[in-house]
């Protein structure tokens, strides 16, 4: 191994580039080998978009309704408070009244931006 | 008490504020009564301050304000006896023309304009008076000058107010020209512009001789000739007699004028070391004395009379200031202030009484028309012509006494001294015969619409009569048994400057009697010529006329000074404007102005140019930015 | 813990999130309220922030700080929103854009900017810098029926994405050569004098360059003008008084505090962002038509000459850069706050055409808006001018002196297009009146504030600079 790339090792911007190389490489393995091992046989119906099993209508690139996006919002606060829950309720027993304390808090806001999304009528579907 | 000296000043400012901000709502009266009160609650506690100055100067730091290496500008006052006494004449002689005021410009569209104009005058006096530093005076000087232009010029829309306005500023900035520059010789030698610091130190600094005390005593003294219409500045006062009458009172005769004398009193401990300086003061004083006294006598607006009058006064108080009698330039200050404001009210009654008619040739016999204004006028003659034991004579009489007692005085300035008086009471019988006595010189229909003034005139006369008749006893000579007082009340301000004067011999009190008798004996004279002339052979005036036309002409016309200056200084420096203008402003100055401007403009277009409202160009400038720093950062610390 | 220490930012978190909830059930009459009751949080905490002055608390396992330089800025942001807030009611009304969340909003930025002011981790600047930029945000676009506020809002919040990323990629690079995210310990292990690590000083500058977007230095200023003119004039104020000052907060903290200032690096860096942003900002503030938009770039310039404080270091200097941002925000809040009442139409701003004449149809507005522009031009004796001069003075104490010329070059410039609008309104005559201008009691009370706070701290300044270098002291 010549002399640059030795030096090249030994310093600190080596692990990027090893983490860099090897993280590519790793996606292009799986890639590449299924692709080499399954078999291949498509037909229109295998490939339409999934829709949880309803047959697609139209595309799927047109406008979606401004909607969606404030359910998908609300949505994903109480998705992200499920996974603030878990390691809450681990813990729970060696943190103990202030854990509670401040979970009920956190929960408290959440619910309060519920009942403001329900009063400004973002649950109603018109 | 002491320590609340800086609402003295706050007071008029918060009436101008009023005056000037809300004076369209205010009703006449309202503007009226707002200023007057303003300025008595600043007599108010300018009396009160003064009764509770114990020691010999009291000294306060309002606001400290810029303080940078050498230089600090603090805003403080010093209440001293002679701020002492500038601010009770100030704001009470302020006072009493301000409630004379409300009755002369009753009818006046703009009257809340006026008082808020007047107001702001009182507030830069008493901070030209109060001040304790160069710079503070200096701002109050500009703002009286600006005040005086403002109300000069108060009836803008007649050409002749506008244009005496545009002159007494343009004159006075000649002065006051070499006034700032005097301040910044202080501060170049003596490192402040304090009046405590400058005074210590002027021994040190200008005691060692040389030219700086005279140049630096010369430059503020020609300050003092603009502001104070001195030789050869004088020129801009008789016409500023085109403002209201209560106008010319205040800042034409009692006040503003005499700020000039003011100053040179308070830089005392300055003049002292330049008896050169000292030298010219005297002759100007002395001269103006005597040269405006011969223009007062043949004037026919009654205005200009006491205008020239008021000159000549002024001259009075340099001839005193110059032979080192700084008390009795204070003194006469203050008792001219009396005399002079009632005979200008006194005026202004007549004037308002015929309608705006100012030319004496147009009046007379008004003594049965206005009794109460020709009592009080009569009396303020009296007292300007010194008749014995009125506050004029006191006053004039320690002049003149110390013009020749001084050792630096002498025998010649004692003379055209006398010899003014002489002409002061020849010009005022003949103005107060002309007025009051004789046969009426106006048609039925005038006369039928004459009327003395309301009580707020006549009112502020009667007081202003009394204080011309007691006003000088307060400095009544040690000759004649009194103990004036007024010039050991004073005595401490001038302690420092007596130090470095020549000591006079003593003089027998009689010479003083002497003396004293002369100059009575002289005014006396005035007066009888004046009577002969003008009441017991009135055709007299008329025949010197004929006699000496050639002198008669010359004096009329003001010996011409008006026409020399015009073509000796206006003209060229008009010409000489014109041609600056047009080749060198128009073509360099504004070419190289626009041009500057017109490149900072271009550029600025042409950074404008990169905002061009897309996000990807504000993402692209702003990576291209952050890698720039990222990569000179990398270039610094390769 | 003393949790009292903390009860400012509590304040404001409970009081924003109860707004919400009063917006969402109120009636019409009850949405009145909003902005008193926005004001009274806003004083309250103001008054809990200073119960405890002078005393010294860390917080939260060494997250937040309780120290005097959170006090004098968080007053700093408590007041300009209060002004802003003060005044804005009938402002939104006339442009259409008065929703009761706002309000709200208006408390969450705040308890952004309070958060970010005493943070002592990078977690905690991160953190505030997002609860206070979010909001900003949706402010700016609040005028939904207007492509201008709308386009705004989408501007600024790309941008402001855009910034946060290099912030965070910042806070991660120091975080790599120093091995912490408390600044306290940052500032331990940071090199003084000689031996920085490339990747720390990277670091510090990406953070500088996050930071330097939301103050609007030059060149990381663009989205400025454009969110600040579609934005409603009443939460452009809003914008002027508290972003700014709590970006130049946490840059102080962290310039002064964390790393040495004896970098050569970064003073150069900022030396190079305060002569660009003066002469950029003065130099396209001199073509704007728009009065608003003038006063964006103006913004700008005054970063680039608070920036000069920071250049040249030490208590006096950081603590002018404190007292040079209370006069700019008096003059500016008080400036946006005349304008907005000024303004006729929803869609164009002022502009200084719209000016002429309104010295006699309005005189008292357009005086107290000549004594703002005239603070910002630095004219004595107002602070305006006090600030700039004690700054350049410092300056040239330390041997900055092409940065003194360049600054006073740029402050003589300015002057020709502060005057502008005072020229226009009292030396031109206008073709119509406006007959439609509300004075609300509010925008009498921002105005008197601001205009005699404009005075107050220009004509006796010793008290303000004193407060202020006492708040930067423990830095050095």
Redesign the interface.
Known sequence: MSVILGSFLVSEYAAVAVFLLVGTGIVLFTFGLAKVIRPSNPTPIKLETYECGETPYGTAEIQYNVRFYIYALLFVIFDVEAIFLFPWALVYRSLGLFAFVEMFIFIAMLVFGLFYAWKKGVLKWV | MLNTIWLIPVFPLIGFLINGLGGRRLSRYGSGVVACMMVFFSFIFSLLAVLFLKENSYHIEV????V?GTFSVSFGFILDPLSSVMVLTVSGVAFLIHVYSTGYMAHDEHVSRYFAYLNLFVFFMLILVLADNFLLLYMGWEGVGLCSYLLIGFWFHKDSAANAGKKAFLVNRVGDFGFALGIFLIFWHFGSVQFPDVFAAAPEVLGAGGGLATLICLLLFLGATGKSAQIPLYIWLPDAMEGPTPVSALIHAATMVTAGVYMVARCSALFVFSPTALLVVAIIGAATALFAATMATVQNDIKRVLAYSTISQLGYMFLACGVAAFSAAIFHLMTHAFFKALLFLGAGSVIHAMHEEQDLRKMGGLRKYLPATFLTFAIATLAISGFPGLAGFVSKDEILWSSFSSPLGGLVFWIVGVLTAGLTAFYMFRLLFLAFYGKSRFDDTTAAKIHESPMSMTGSLSILAILSIVGGWIGWPEALGGGNSFGNYLEPVFAQAKEYLPQGGHHAYSTEYLLMGLSVAIGVIGFFWAYRWYISESPAAERIKERFPGLYTLVLNKYYIDEFYQAVIVRPLIGGSRLLWHKFDELAIDGAVNGL?RL??A???G??L??T?Y?R???A??S???A???G???Y??R | MNLSLFSPQIVLGIGGTLLFLFEAFASERGRSFLPTLTLLILALSGVLMWKSYGEIGVLFSGMVVYDRFFVFFGTLVLLGSFLAVSFSRPSLQQQDAFRGEYYALVLFSVLGMTLLISAANMIIVFLGMEIMSLPLYIMAAMRRGSERSVEAG??YF??GA??SG?LLYGIALVYGATGTLSIEEIARVWPRGAG?S?LG??GM??I??GLA?KIAA???H??E??AYEGAPTAVTAFFAAGPKIAGFAILLRLVSWAFSFSD??IL??VW?LAALSMT?GN?????QSSVKRMLAYSGIAHAGYALVGLVVGGTVAIGLVGYYLLGYLLASVGAFAVIATLEKSQERSLSFADCAGKGKTNPGLTLVLTLFLISLAGIP?VAGF?AK?YIF?QALQHGFVWLVIIAAVNSI?SV?YYLRTPVYAFMKTGEETNPDIRISAGLVFTLVVAALGTIIVG??P?YFIKLASSSVMWFF
Request: proline share 5%.
């Open positions: 606001l400290d304000w810029v940078s401007g900072v403009r550029i600025g277009r950074g404008a990169a905002q409202g996000f160009a504000y993402a400038f702003f291209l930015g952050a720039l720093v990222l000179w950062m990398i610094l610390m | 989408a501007k790309l941008m855009f910034a290099f920085f490339s000083v990277a500058l990406l500088v360059i977007f030059v060149p990381f663009m989205w003008p454009d050569p690096v150069r860096i190079m950029v130099f396209l503030a001199l073509t004796p006090v001069f003075e410039v020709y004509i006796s010793e």
